[in-house]
Structure formats: C-alpha cells, structure tokens
T-cell receptor, first 115, second 112 residues
Framework: DAGVIQSPRHEVTEMGQEVTLRCKPI?????LFWYRQTMMRGLELLIY????????DSGMPEDRFSAKMPNASFSTLKIQPSEPRDSAVYFC?????????????FGPGTRLTVT | KQEVTQIPAALSVPEGENLVLNCSFT??????LQWFRQDPGKGLTSLLL?????REQTSGRLNASLDKSSGRSTLYIAASQPGDSATYLC???????????FGSGTRLQVQP
C-alpha cells in the first residue's frame, strides 16, 4: 500500500487567499484525522471522520477552516481566507476500526506558509 | 483534558550509549500509547504502540514501557546510532476517543 498520501507537499500563499489541502487515506481505513503542527503548540487534532462523517471538529480553530470527506478515499481541508498565523505543517492520518490497536498512520504532511 | 509531557526537550549523546526518553500523561484512562519518530521536514513514523493492558513492547533496539498507575511511559534505545537522530513523540489515546494527544517531543542527537 502507498500509505497516506497528501498534496501538495508545500504551499506558499498570500494572506486572504483560499487554500485547499488534500488527503487520500490508506485503502480500507475508516477513520481519518487532520492534525496541525506548529512550534508553539506542537501537534494538535483539528477534526476527524468515521466512515466519511465528521465526528469531532472541536479542534478546528474558527469558521475560516472547513473539512470534507466526500468519499472513503478522499478528504480536503480548506482555509478561507488564510492568515499568516495559519502557517504550519498539516498532517493527515488514518486508522482502521478493524485493527484492535487503532494504530494511526500519518502522511508526509503539507507545509503551509502564508505571507 | 489529557495532557502529555515529554522530558527532556532535547538530548545529545555519544554513539553507542543506551538512553531513555520519558513521557508522562495526566489522565490514566488511556486506551493505548504510541511512540513516533519524526525526521526534520518529514512526517511521523510509528515505532511502537502499547495497549493499556500491556507493560512493554519491543522492536529491535527499541523498548517501550507503560505504567498507567503512575502516568508514565519510557522509550529505551539501546546502543544508539547517528541514524537514531530525530525527534521522538509520544501520543496517548484516551479510552472512548479516537484522536491522539501528543507530547511536544524530545529532539535526540547522537554524536558519531
């Protein structure tokens, strides 16, 4: 399996622009997670889905952030409008309910820079 | 709310030394605890996962232990190598939750 795939790997945009990050989970995994990593706050959960349904979005910073999972193999995280404080590395992870351990597998991340 | 702490924040050791990385968590009602490795500019690689019913897990030169009652986990690295240089993160999954709560990591440098 190719693992969790994220695109783009790097994104540089100007303040006020819309940014869309993409994630393809491991085939057969029914949980998908979006995390954000910054120097100040470390790794934090933004939102997670189970069978394409958002379960916990309490970590989403504000209304500028939205996430969707239209099918089992694709999810997006959108920021509109973007701000410099959104600069971070955004990770997507997936896990399988059938796995006793619910071990999470992470993608390579998208490094977002908002100028 | 679960809080995970890792000490030390950074560690530098000479090659060949055995070392221990520490992780503590405030809520003992965890389902499991996972140790990850992160190389600069890269994603997270899962190293070991310990279920709440287990005391330790081993993989090669790595051994992770878990003491729920004291809220602590340790990652033991035997005979360290320069290739072990990376940031090591521990993350707790609480019972009834699916998401992980991460520590801030220990940045390890193994000197050749």
């Amino acid at each position: 399996d190719a693992g969790v795939i994220q695109s783009p790997r790097h994104e540089v945009t100007e303040m006020g622009q819309e940014v869309t990050l993409r994630c393809k989970p491991i085939s057969g995994h029914d949980y998908l997670f979006w995390y954000r990593q910054t120097m100040m706050r470390g790794l934090e959960l933004l939102i997670y889905f189970n069978n394409n349904v958002p379960i916990d979005d309490s970590g989403m910073p504000e209304d500028r952030f939205s996430a969707k999972m239209p099918n089992a193999s694709f999810s997006t995280l959108k920021i509109q409008p973007s701000e410099p404080r959104d600069s971070a590395v955004y990770f997507c992870a997936s896990s399988a309910h059938g796995s006793l351990a619910y071990e999470q597998y992470f993608g390579p991340g998208t490094r977002l820079t908002v100028t | 709310k679960q809080e995970v702490t890792q000490i030390p924040a950074a560690l530098s050791v000479p090659e060949g030394e055995n070392l221990v990385l520490n992780c503590s968590f405030t809520d003992s009602a965890i389902y499991n605890l996972q140790w990850f490795r992160q190389d600069p500019g890269k994603g997270l690689t899962s190293l070991l996962l310990i279920q709440s019913s287990q005391r330790e897990q081993t993989s090669g030169r790595l051994n992770a232990s878990l003491d729920k009652s004291s809220g602590r986990s340790t990652l033991y690295i035997a005979a360290s190598q320069p290739g072990d240089s990376a940031t090591y993160l521990c993350a707790a999954r609480d019972t009834g939750r699916r998401a992980l709560t991460f520590g801030s990591g220990t940045r390890l440098q193994v000197q050749p």
